[in-house]
């Protein structure tokens, strides 16, 4: 293989691999193991994961591959398939704030899928998954954010790349058959912005997921591929106007892992600084039904990714700003929730968005917003947000980030399984493998 971006970042993945992982670098790829896993179960009675299941029963591809939050085994292309579609289902997943991937689902579904067949120890699987989010990181830095604004869902087209990482460091691959996985892998890449408000959306980083570990496979089998994909002659000039300087940089410095975020809500995450603009404006604004008019200024990619007026469900009320605005309004509150099928369609929450107009203000930060309620009698509320909760000024804490997850696999899983799943997270490092966490992110299965 010529010297190329892709020989460069290769090699420097294999360096970064038979190295520790720093301790920065440990803790962030454990919170957001943590946080994953958590999306992952708390997703996993919901109708999209079933209709995965029962296609996958159908084809027969049962297997040994657990599924968090679920009694079901599958083959491993299902089983990546079905959890990374669980883990961004909610839009409540990891978030990398300067690209907007969420880098967590794809890499998870691809290490569980490999690890009853290559029974990697707990350091090994960390050090996988932290691989595998730095890699599709590493590839979002250098083609945003063009490569966003022209439609792409950037979690699914470089989230193939993290899953193939994370694949084939599990299956052993040296730096020139790390190089064919990528170029196999680019083959596939997936996923547009047309699919927000869908079940479609969170099946990008499922697919990934699948296409990774199939592109490891082959590529440890022999199969060759274009030598440089990520490249000027490869798929990323396609996707945008790639920076190069940002795949050959040294992996022994900060990583774009420990700028991942945590999302305190359920939704586009562009929105959240809104909600907390909303539900800080809610006991404030007392008789809803006094409301006559509510402006919220923002950042413009608010009506441009959410700009949704009037939901018809709770996925694509995902993606409205209005939405999200009316609920913290009304409920004080924002969680799943305030985002179910149900919620979207009632009367006070109809009413609500209909009166809320936004306003995109180019002089806005992304995680700032101001809400201002007018009332009928009254004095106008206004609550201005200059960081939201989540956001890099204001990431969640070790206990918020606890009481996010408990919050979502107790009902699956039943009280104490959060504090199960980040025991057996925290000590992967010294884990003989990983059947500790397959045993606290599963439902008790009676004998």
Known sequence: MPFAPTQVFCTNVRKAADAPLPDAVSRAARRSLFNVLGTAI?????????????????????????????RESLDPEWAAIVTGTAAHLDDFDDTHLATVIHPGAAVLAAVLALAPETRPDGSAVLTAFALGCEAQLRIGVAISPSHYDRGWHITGT????????????????????????????????LGHREAFGSMTKPL???KAAAVGVSAARLAAAGLTAPEDPLGPGGVLPVFSEPVYDELQRGWDATWELEYNAFKPYPCGIVAHPAIDAAVGASPAVGDPGAITAVELTCHPLVPELMGRLQPADGLQARFSARHAAAVGLL???????????ERAVEADVTRLRALIQLVPSPDCPRDSATIRVARAGAEPVVVHVEHARGSADRPLTDDELFTKVDRLVEPVLGAGAARKILAAVDGLAGAPGLDAVIEAVRPEVAK
């Open 331 to 341: 409920d004080g509150e924002v969680g799943l929730r305030q985002f179910s099928d």
């Open 204 to 206: 990008h980083p499922g």
């Open 158 to 189: 470089c989230g193939v790349f993290g899953a193939a990482v994370a694949a084939g460091y599990l299956l052993g691959l040296d730096a020139e058959r790390l190089g064919h996985a990528l170029g196999i892998a680019s083959t596939g890449t």
């Open 42 to 70: 708390g997703a996993a009675r919901t109708e999209a994961v079933a209709a995965l299941i029962a296609t996958a029963e159908e084809l027969g591809a049962t297997g040994a591959v657990p599924v968090p939050g679920r």
